[in-house]
């Protein structure tokens, strides 16, 4: 039976199933394969089992190879106070990890 899981990592929460590919925030010392404990909540496909934990379930995982590591798209950061001749541009991109969801076990 397929499964959802609701994960937190990097100050984010996640929605994740089997097979899913998403971006998350980059840690450090990261390679291969990727066990998250901080599960929230699983759900089973048809919505009949239903696990909430008090705030984490307990021995539940999820577990995720990394596709890749990359970095998100430029954000402008303009500064500029009128009549001051004041102008300040700069960029940031975020790097992330793509993850793939590979087993969800409560």
Do not use: C, W
Request: charged residues 35%; aromatic residues 4%; proline residues 2%.
């Amino acid at each position: 039976m397929a499964m959802k899981a609701v994960i937190k990592t990097g100050g984010k929460q996640y929605l994740v199933g089997e097979g899913d590919v998403l971006d998350i925030e980059k840690s450090p010392a990261e390679s291969g394969k990727i066990a998250f404990d901080e599960v929230l909540l699983a759900i089973s496909d048809d919505g009949k089992d239903l696990k909430v934990g008090d705030p984490l379930l307990k021995g539940a995982t999820v577990e995720a190879e990394i596709v890749n590591e990359h970095k998100t798209d430029k954000v402008v950061v303009f500064k500029m106070r009128r009549r001051k001749n004041y102008r300040k541009k700069t960029g940031h991109r975020q790097q992330v990890l793509r993850i793939k969801v590979t087993k969800i076990s409560a």
